[in-house]
């Protein structure tokens, strides 16, 4: 059995903010109905979570599900829990149109901590991020490749925002961040 | 720059979030069709100064292709519409109408 390793396996960076990739996710998409009861009660049994609405991330202990796009959920377990989400998934999901796949290794995810995470981010993505909500997942891009990002937690833009992006641009995402995080190019503007 | 609401996840964004899609509500002709209606379906295209209706795609978002009806003159967007439709919903038209009274676009007005 092959040793599973994250893209950067868990490269760090302390600027004035900390830039982290916190090496193996369980990611999962989950495509089909999101109106449908049995998508429902598939995200709540495999994962204990409700479904999350638009453009909204239900998160828990280990465990988070995201709004990804009208059809789209991403679901985030531990990295040893996917198989068994997936079996919970197909059970729940049986007989109707839907698609489960494991894409964990298929993305890179980072954290960006500390008071100014929220200017780290702003200096990459055409958004305002003081706009952005607790509990919602906004996808953009970060310069030149698409990514999506969210407020851990409880957290606000102080606090510690999640970045995801494709593993194949993992090196690309982490100098961005590592760039934007550089000690003397503080904003100070969202901290 | 363009501002662009996307109708499915309702972010509103710029568009460099978008990417261009070309002309919207086209019809399409398949090798049965005249020779004049496939070369018009392949090449002909509105050019106008003033009301245009184009597809975009929210590229770097939900990935969903939407609609858009704006002005090339001024870049005002009128508003942004689901794809699954062959023309522009009432909405849309009245709004057009409100800014640019007397508009015509292809068979639309
Ligand atoms: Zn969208």
């Known amino acids: 059995m092959s040793n599973a390793v994250s893209a950067l396996e868990g490269a760090e960076f302390n600027g004035f903010a900390e830039v982290r990739e916190i090496g193996l996710q369980g990611m999962i998409t989950l495509r089909g109905d999101l109106g449908s009861k049995a998508m429902a009660g598939a995200v709540k049994s495999a994962t204990g979570l409700k479904l999350p609405e638009l453009r909204r991330i239900e998160q828990a202990e280990g465990q988070a599900v995201a709004w990804m796009s009208p059809d789209e959920l991403l679901v985030m377990v531990p990295y040893e829990d996917v198989q068994k989400t997936l079996v919970a998934l197909d059970k729940a999901l049986k007989g109707t149109h839907y698609m489960a796949v494991d894409v964990s290794d298929a993305r890179a995810v980072f954290q960006v901590t500390g008071p100014a995470a929220g200017d780290v981010i702003a200096k990459l993505a055409p958004i305002d991020m003081g706009a952005l909500a607790t509990g919602e997942i906004r996808r953009s891009r970060l310069a030149q490749i698409p990514a999506a990002f969210w407020l851990v937690g409880d957290d606000t833009v102080s606090g510690t925002v999640q970045v995801v992006c494709f593993r194949s641009v993992a090196q690309y995402g982490f100098d961005l961040l590592k760039t934007a995080a550089e000690n003397g190019t503080e904003v100070g503007f969202l901290a | ?109």
């Open chain 2, 1 to 109: 720059m363009l501002i662009l609401e996307c109708p499915y996840c309702g972010v509103t964004a710029e568009e460099t979030e978008f990417h261009g899609g070309g002309e919207a509500h086209l019809t399409r002709h398949g090798p049965d069709s005249s020779e004049q209606d496939f070369e018009d379906y392949l090449f002909q295209r509105e050019n106008p100064k003033g009301v245009h209706f184009e597809r975009w795609r929210h590229v770097n978002g939900c990935g969903k292709w939407l609609h858009a009806a704006r002005c090339t003159l001024t870049l005002e967007v009128f508003g942004t519409y689901n794809a699954q439709t062959f023309e522009p919903p009432k909405h849309i038209k009245d709004a057009i109408t409100a800014k640019r009274p007397g508009w015509t676009w292809r068979t639309f007005s």
